[in-house]
T-cell receptor, first 114, second 114 residues
């Protein structure tokens, strides 16, 4: 299994541009998450999904959108990029089983907005 | 919502000594507390976790303790080695329905001095 994969690894955007960060997992996990990590800080939850067709906001959802049309994919959309969205973005997933809480993280996407 | 405080932000110890990192949480409903290790430029990886029905858990040189009354939990690393150098994050969540996703502390940069 490849686990959780993310593309691209690195991207530079101009203010006002849009882009989609891709996340795919091949572990048949129900739950998927998007976090952002600012320099020297912990991770903050942007959005999460408990299954295909179901998404919900996390702590910092403004400026982002998500969709979950399949179990495997959970893309994150930035519509109008702003410098405040410069960050490292991590996707994560976990299985929906009682007692199984471990979240598996992807390698991250480093985004720079200029 | 949940708030997690983590101390210290930087911890330097001699190789072979012990290291202790402490976290407090605000939501008494939280019942799952993982610890993640993140090496420079890499993804966070789970090293140990504990549930609120357990006071202590050990895994070789790593242990976590939980005090539900005081709402704090700690990571203990004994016989530290150079490969323990990394940033460590504590996190908390309520596992039992409702909103999902982890709330992270800001991280502790652990430096192992040779």
């Amino acid at each position: 299994n490849a686990g959780v994969t993310q593309t691209p690894k690195f991207r530079i955007l101009k203010i006002g541009q849009s882009m989609t960060l891709q996340c795919t997992q091949d572990m048949n996990h129900n739950y998927m998450y998007w976090y952002r990590q600012d320099p020297g800080m912990g991770l903050k939850l942007i959005y999460y999904s408990v299954g295909a067709g179901i998404t919900d906001k996390g702590e910092v959802p403004n400026g982002y959108n998500v969709s979950r049309s399949t179990t495997e994919d959970f893309p994150l959309r930035l519509e109008l990029a702003a410098p405040s969205q410069t960050s490292v973005y991590f996707c994560a997933s976990r299985i929906m089983t009682s007692g199984k809480e471990t979240q598996y993280f992807g390698p991250g996407t480093r985004l720079l907005v200029l | 919502g949940e708030n997690v405080e983590q101390h210290p932000s930087t911890l330097s110890v001699q190789e072979g000594d012990s290291a202790v990192i402490k976290c407090t949480y605000s939501d008494s409903a939280s019942n799952y507390f993982p610890w993640y290790k993140q090496e420079l430029g890499k993804r966070p990886q789970l090293i140990i976790d504990i549930r609120s029905n357990v006071g202590e858990k050990k895994d070789q040189r790593i242990a976590v303790t939980l005090n539900k009354t005081a709402k704090h939990f700690s990571l203990h690393i004994t016989e530290t080695q150079p490969e323990d150098s990394a940033v460590y994050f504590c996190a908390a969540k309520y596992s039992g329905g409702g909103a999902d996703g982890l709330t992270f502390g800001k991280g502790t940069h652990l430096i192992i001095q040779p």
